[in-house]
């Protein structure tokens, strides 16, 4: 078995679990923090992530939900190995843990192999500010 690394990525925001949720789980808000989408709650529902493509990728991402505990935990596949995408076979997990003033985010993207290592490293710097972000939407979201 190959050895993979994850991303994870905590932050307390001071916005309700619903709040958070609702920018997690609704495509126009996803779209203002993390990428264009048409992402759907649902398990099973198959989606696409889509941004400027760069070389070597396409700006496709194919993704797969996997898992949806409102308000809680959102599982989702992050690309199929297709051409159409990075290539990447990985895991997304949201975990909302509700605090005091507010709710704890963790964010971990898993699952990253040794021939992942570009992704790695360019989603591992990418990823704190992405998270911020659905901080900012989270507290913009009625």
């Known amino acids: ?10 932050r307390t925001m ?4 619903a709040k958070v949720w609702r920018a ?11 990428m264009q989408n048409d992402f759907q709650p649902v398990v ?3 989606f696409q992530f889509r941004a400027t493509p760069v070389p070597g990728w396409s700006g496709v ?3 797969e939900v996997l898992e949806v505990d409102e308000p809680k935990r959102l599982v989702y596949a992050w690309g199929d190995g297709t051409e159409s995408d990075s290539g990447l076979r990985t895991v997304v997990t949201w975990t909302l843990t509700p ?20 992704g790695y490293r360019g989603m591992g710097g990418g990823w704190p500010r992405i998270v911020a972000g659905l901080e900012r939407v989270a507290g913009a979201a009625g």
């Open 14 to 17: 001071p916005h309700p679990p």
């Open 99 to 118: 605090v005091e003033g507010g709710t704890h985010v963790r964010m971990e993207h898993a699952g990253f192999r040794p021939q992942d290592e570009g």
């Open 44 to 46: 099973g529902h198959r």
């Open 1 to 10: 078995m190959t050895d993979t690394k994850s991303i994870v990525v905590e």
């Open 24 to 34: 997690l789980t609704q495509s126009p808000l996803i779209a203002e923090w993390l």
């Open 61 to 63: 991402t194919n993704c």
